[in-house]
């Protein structure tokens, strides 16, 4: 594994394990949850790069008529 997550994953985990933390507080297993002081870091916006139309109309002329309406 890698030493280091993305902030998605690491919220995704976070989210994960408060909610179990959260069922042993309400079932009266732990007196609090460890997750609540903690900050979970925020996502990096992401760059989307759409595919050129060349690229589309090659994958296009590449299969079946049938699956046209997959690809576009």
Do not use: Q
């Amino acid at each position: 594994m890698r030493e280091t997550l993305s902030p998605a994953t690491v919220s995704v985990m976070f989210r994960d394990a408060s909610a179990i933390f959260k069922a042993a507080v309400m079932d009266w297993r732990i007196v609090a949850s460890p997750g609540a002081v903690i900050s979970v870091p925020s996502p990096r916006p992401r760059k989307v790069e759409p595919v050129a139309t060349e690229s589309i109309e090659t994958i296009v002329g590449a299969v079946s008529p049938r699956y046209w309406a997959l690809v576009i």
